[in-house]
DNA sequence: CTGAAAGCGCTAACAG
DNA sequence: CTGTTAGCGCTTTCAG
């Protein structure tokens, strides 16, 4: 009793080949009912479980999938959504008997002094894992094109156009600005400003469209200083300090919007925050509405308009591409995933309704 | 070129056996300079890189630590938690070359409809892991018994006192729940109600006493009714809706409290919202405060005073103590981490100080 | 349907 | 310090 049974142990017992033992493990080939019994008998009897360490050895494969995160952002934003993701992941390639492994890709790189073609060419020839899900796509991505480069078969999280043949699994960004900026003149908002990062990432532009389309929609022409467009590098413009500080720019000057629709809730905490400072009362004065719908946006005061994102979801979409891809299959190379809109109470009809009303 | 170049590949071309190779690789012995700058030219020249799966399969060993999270907390406070511990434990353990994965331990076990010593047997018998850790440990629970029974080397975030031998890492929470209630107290407060949830887990009453302390050192006697008690499922307790529900609960008797302090930020915000509702305003009536300081603590208005803890250092403390017991080297059974106190805009001086100063 | 046999690529005694 | 020799436990041809 003192060592771990082996396949070999199993067989002998049920007086049969470890081949048969192996076949009937991983359903490889039919064994016959009677034999089959016989050997599940001994399993039992013998308490074996294969080792996960000979079987990928052998088999040349870890079924691992790594998630490459950047752990840089420390954002809340960041952080919540990753592993919601990660969850979203395991929730489906656990069936499939995959596992996910966690990878700082950038923070691993430097620390390696290894560039990302060397790092990715490593790993992989180290059969550390049989695909990856890439989860924030940046600007351009030394990392995400050496993948690519590499045939490492890879999903990523968002949109990443700047590599041939990737699979992009996506929420309907421009959707969902269209449904809340909708939402903000349905209520009698005319003047809506826009307050986002500059168009470098897809995600970006998808935001603003969806609040052109909105506008062009109801007829609106937005006015160039609609546009609040925070500053900073890569992550920074989408944090809550850049969107505090362009909000806070933007009202010195006089301005003349009753709404602004922020790129995503934290965004638009930082543009309540700074109204809240210039002596607005929320939402009787601006209505602000954010995007992705993260567990604090209901719970902050006022609680948030916004467009709700099922992030879990996204992670099980991006987990059964992988599988499908790594079965060989051929996969969309975009899926888009529908939002909602939630209404909450950081949005109020506008009081000038009765003015815009007149005007024609 | 078409194949992977092996350990063979290098020893022949270096004209060194296998064995010198290994060694080399992983430092197990010592080698000749000349040899080793032969063997480190061919391994170049070939570009040569370890299979992982074969290295652990020589080994028996997966060099793999399994981060065990309980997914089914959608919770802000969870996802954002778990995800900054992950990425600490990566910190340290990516330099010791150990990866970690992540594993949905509950769910799995639901899932295999195994018992939890069934599913942790299985899984450690497959080699899947070297260590593990735990990260949201609940009142009693199965698996955890399971692995500190199977004598899988094991750390804890947070407390779970049933087990013997389990190493556990934590936040100091009561020199936290001290100290942001001090700050209380310094600021005239002398009504201060506590609102967390009942005393089944240890950082529960942890926090509790910390509160307590700090009365107590100013010679405040806590009147029974400020304690706020949630109610609820073991997360649930947690939670704004708890949070909220237990202080509309007490804000309908007549109630003499200046200030609350909260178990974590989210019961804060459910705090603020019943307040708010109640036509208050903060923190002019009441002071409120958290404890965790989450990155939205800062965003939120008004901004909480917290206490704050560095998360992603908790992990890294555990990685390190997980690594020295997989070395064989003792280790402290509990590590706390110290938190500081971040003074916001939830608190503010009392109004009835100068009453209060009068009364002796 | 089943068995025999040959590895997968590396590590780890054991000699020398 | 280095080479030789066995495996680690499973999968997978190839025969039968």
């Given at each position: 009793m003192g060592t771990r049974p082996t396949i070999h142990d199993v067989a002998m017992r049920a007086k049969v080949s470890p081949a048969t033992v192996s076949r009937l493990l991983n359903g490889s080939a039919r064994v016959g009912p009677e034999t089959e019994a016989l050997v599940r008998q001994a399993m039992d009897e013998l308490g074996y479980v294969p080792s996960r360490l000979a079987q990928s050895f052998a088999r040349g494969s870890s079924r691992t999938i790594a998630v490459l995160?950047?752990?840089?952002?420390?954002?809340l934003q960041g952080n919540a959504f990753l592993m919601t993701v990660a969850l979203g992941l395991n929730d489906v390639l656990a069936d499939a008997d995959y596992s996910i492994r966690i990878i700082n890709g950038h923070q691993a790189m430097r620390q390696s002094r290894q560039t990302a073609s060397e790092w990715t060419r490593e790993r992989w020839m180290r059969h550390e894992f049989d695909g990856v899900v890439i989860t924030n796509p940046t600007t351009t991505d030394t990392l995400i094109e050496a993948i690519v480069q590499a045939e490492i078969p890879a999903v990523v999280i968002?949109?990443?156009?700047?590599?041939?043949g990737l699979i992009e699994i996506d929420v309907d960004n421009v959707g969902g600005t269209r449904m809340v900026t909708a939402h903000l003149t349905d209520i009698g908002h005319r003047r809506i400003a826009f307050l986002g990062?500059?168009?470098?990432?897809t995600v970006a532009s998808d935001r603003r469209q969806g609040y052109l389309e909105a506008l062009t929609r109801s007829g609106i022409w937005p006015d160039p200083d609609w546009f609040l467009e925070t500053e900073g590098t890569d992550l920074e413009v989408f944090s809550f300090d850049a969107a505090h500080r362009a909000v806070v720019m933007a009202a010195k000057k006089p301005w003349s919007w009753s709404a602004v629709v922020a790129f995503n809730d934290e965004m638009a905490l930082g543009a309540v925050r700074a109204l809240l400072e210039s002596g607005m009362e929320l939402p009787r004065d601006v209505s602000i509405v954010g995007f992705?719908?993260?567990?604090f946006a209901r719970m902050v005061n006022p609680s948030l308009t916004t467009v709700h994102q099922d992030i879990r979801q996204l992670g099980q979409h991006a987990g059964r591409a992988l599988l499908a891809v790594l079965r060989g299959r051929k996969v969309a190379d975009l899926t888009i995933q529908t939002v909602s809109l939630v209404i909450r109470s950081s949005t109020a009809p506008t009081r000038d309704l009765t003015t815009v009303d007149l005007e024609p």
């Amino acid at each position: 009793m003192g060592t771990r049974p082996t396949i070999h142990d199993v067989a002998m017992r049920a007086k049969v080949s470890p081949a048969t033992v192996s076949r009937l493990l991983n359903g490889s080939a039919r064994v016959g009912p009677e034999t089959e019994a016989l050997v599940r008998q001994a399993m039992d009897e013998l308490g074996y479980v294969p080792s996960r360490l000979a079987q990928s050895f052998a088999r040349g494969s870890s079924r691992t999938i790594a998630v490459l995160v950047d752990g840089e952002g420390e954002s809340l934003q960041g952080n919540a959504f990753l592993m919601t993701v990660a969850l979203g992941l395991n929730d489906v390639l656990a069936d499939a008997d995959y596992s996910i492994r966690i990878i700082n890709g950038h923070q691993a790189m430097r620390q390696s002094r290894q560039t990302a073609s060397e790092w990715t060419r490593e790993r992989w020839m180290r059969h550390e894992f049989d695909g990856v899900v890439i989860t924030n796509p940046t600007t351009t991505d030394t990392l995400i094109e050496a993948i690519v480069q590499a045939e490492i078969p890879a999903v990523v999280i968002g949109r990443y156009p700047h590599a041939e043949g990737l699979i992009e699994i996506d929420v309907d960004n421009v959707g969902g600005t269209r449904m809340v900026t909708a939402h903000l003149t349905d209520i009698g908002h005319r003047r809506i400003a826009f307050l986002g990062p500059p168009d470098r990432l897809t995600v970006a532009s998808d935001r603003r469209q969806g609040y052109l389309e909105a506008l062009t929609r109801s007829g609106i022409w937005p006015d160039p200083d609609w546009f609040l467009e925070t500053e900073g590098t890569d992550l920074e413009v989408f944090s809550f300090d850049a969107a505090h500080r362009a909000v806070v720019m933007a009202a010195k000057k006089p301005w003349s919007w009753s709404a602004v629709v922020a790129f995503n809730d934290e965004m638009a905490l930082g543009a309540v925050r700074a109204l809240l400072e210039s002596g607005m009362e929320l939402p009787r004065d601006v209505s602000i509405v954010g995007f992705d719908d993260l567990p604090f946006a209901r719970m902050v005061n006022p609680s948030l308009t916004t467009v709700h994102q099922d992030i879990r979801q996204l992670g099980q979409h991006a987990g059964r591409a992988l599988l499908a891809v790594l079965r060989g299959r051929k996969v969309a190379d975009l899926t888009i995933q529908t939002v909602s809109l939630v209404i909450r109470s950081s949005t109020a009809p506008t009081r000038d309704l009765t003015t815009v009303d007149l005007e024609p």
